[in-house]
């Protein structure tokens, strides 16, 4: 595996230095030609010069590394398309009504703003204004049973960016992801760093659900193979 420190990639970086990142993970089921014993091995070079025995649990840990990789170069890639993108079009500016001090104020959206705003044209409260891009979901669902034995399908894990240019908090007045865990329940306001954080605790959930997969494999097999000899 072969990679260039990520953090923190900027347009300026991108356009004076070059980067590169690479991951490589070979696995394999060998079978000794004498006995037929099977051995797990796994190595990381193009050439397999570290090919060695491991378990299932250093493939698992391995795996994970390799995930962080691979997300780092699609992070470099975005990276790339941002510094390199044709400019976008200029954000619109619009005019609202103070519902409660009567005067006219000035607004303009984010880049990437899915709404038109018309409603926004009659008296309104400042805080109430947001911009919201479009959704990044999936049109899988998932069925969740908030009552034993009445599960309903949710869409899970919908990204989308917001702002709201006069909200309460702080850190709603600047651009910030919003990741709907499932229909109607939201983690935000969240920061590039708080979105990386809850990315990297995600990742950290989706490999502990890895091993509950392997876990359920072995313990299926063992169950049905286990009913078969008993029937």
């Known amino acids: ?3 260039t420190p990520m953090s923190g ?6 356009a004076i230095e070059d980067q590169s990142i690479a991951a490589l993970f070979h696995v394999e089921v060998m079978h000794d030609l004498d006995t037929g014993q099977p051995t797990l091995v796994a190595s990381t070079q193009p050439n397999h010069g570290d ?3 491991v378990t299932a649990e250093q493939v698992r840990g391995k795996a994970t590394e390799v995930r962080r990789t691979i997300a780092q170069g699609e992070a470099l890639a975005a990276a790339f398309e941002a510094a390199t993108a044709a400019p976008a079009e200029a954000p619109r500016t619009w005019q609202y009504t103070n519902r409660f001090s009567g005067g006219r104020g000035s607004v303009t959206c984010m880049t990437g703003c899915r709404f038109d705003h018309a409603d926004d044209d009659t008296p309104t409260a400042p805080e109430d204004i947001f911009c919201w891009s479009e959704p990044n979901r ?9 009552d034993k034995g009445r599960p309903e399908n ?3 894990l919908t990204g989308y960016i917001a702002v709201t240019p006069f909200g309460s908090q702080i850190a709603e007045r600047l651009p910030h992801a ?3 865990i499932l229909d109607q329940h939201y983690i935000t306001p969240l920061d590039p760093d708080a979105l990386a954080g809850l990315i990297d605790l995600l990742a950290e959930r989706v490999d502990g659900l890895r091993q509950v997969h392997a876990e359920l494999v072995r313990t299926r097999a063992e169950y049905v193979a286990r009913r078969e000899v008993t029937a």
Not at 9 to 14: D, F, G, H, I
Not at 138 to 146: E, F, L, W, Y
């Open 1 to 3: 595996m072969n990679q």
């Open 178 to 180: 919003v990741v709907e």
């Open 154 to 156: 949710f869409s899970v």
């Open 138 to 146: 999936s049109d899988a669902s998932v069925p969740v049973d908030p």
């Open 9 to 14: 990639v900027s347009v300026s970086t991108l």
């Open 51 to 53: 090919l060695q025995v």
